[in-house]
């Protein structure tokens, strides 16, 4: 079973970056659609980003576009989620997912069969 490590986040000030990792284990270079979403407390999940990696093609939500860029380090099969500008809003534990059989990128949390362990990020203003 493919196994997701997240690392990278922590503490940012407002208008700061950070980088989030999700490097994959057991299945390197396997083409796959993988998806960064994040959580807040008392919220609904929200997808921020996605790669297709058998074309590079991404999505980006509306909040992030323009700050958030997500890229895939053939190399390493490691997907990177680089935030810059970064608000207080985006203050969330964010998680990286898999999903091994769609051809384009999406943030459909219910069609990602792998998960991160989820990774804390907190922006202070």
């Known amino acids: 079973q493919e196994q997701l490590v997240q690392s990278g986040g922590g503490s940012a000030q407002a208008g700061g970056s950070l980088q989030l990792s999700c490097k994959f284990t057991l299945t390197p270079n396997t083409v796959k659609t993988v998806c960064w979403f994040r959580e807040i407390s008392g919220r609904a999940r929200e997808g921020v980003a996605s790669?297709?990696?058998?074309?590079?093609?991404?999505y980006y939500a509306d909040t992030v576009k323009g700050r958030f860029t997500i890229s895939h380090d053939r190399p390493k099969d490691t997907v990177y989620l680089q935030m810059n500008t970064l608000k207080p809003e985006d203050t969330a534990l964010y998680y990286c997912?898999?999903?091994?059989?769609?051809?384009?990128?999406?943030?459909?949390?219910?069609?990602?069969?792998?998960w991160g362990r989820g990774t804390q990020v907190t922006v202070s203003s």
């Open positions: 997912a898999a999903d091994f059989s769609s051809p384009r990128p999406h943030v459909r949390s219910e069609w990602c069969a792998y």
């Open positions: 790669i297709y990696t058998g074309n590079g093609a991404t």
